[in-house]
């Protein structure tokens, strides 16, 4: 594993995102286009998540976005960030926050 300088990780914009809307992407099976609450704007992210969530349990949740990533085409639709997760063989689980902080808070 590569290890990775403390500096160029304090460049990652990590915040708390909060889900409003969820949309499948009419073009993909496994892909969601969410409307994400950042605090100071609204950002779209694509994710492939489809597979392991429903519309339903995604929307109003807090979740971790990295936000200064390089807006990204996927399958046409522009990403503007990445929203965090972990999949072992066969479930997938997005990075949350146990309790409520508002939307936008940098995690450090």
């Given at each position: 594993?590569?290890?990775?300088?403390?500096?160029?990780?304090?460049?990652?914009?990590?915040?708390?995102?909060?889900?409003?809307?969820?949309?499948?992407?009419?073009?993909?099976?496994?892909?969601?286009?969410?409307?994400?609450?950042?605090?100071?704007?609204?950002?779209?992210?694509?994710?492939g998540i489809r597979p392991y969530y429903t519309k339903e349990e995604l929307t109003g949740r807090l979740v971790i976005i990295v936000v200064n990533l390089e807006p990204r085409k996927i399958r046409g639709i522009e990403s503007q960030g990445m929203l965090l997760a972990g999949l072992d063989d066969t479930t997938l689980g997005i990075l949350t926050v146990d309790r409520s902080i508002k939307p936008g808070t940098r995690i450090t």
């Open positions: 594993m590569e290890t990775v300088l403390f500096d160029d990780f304090k460049r990652l914009d990590i915040r708390v995102g909060k889900i409003i809307e969820v949309q499948e992407h009419p073009d993909a099976d496994k892909l969601y286009v969410m409307d994400v609450d950042i605090g100071t704007e609204q950002r779209k992210i694509v994710a």
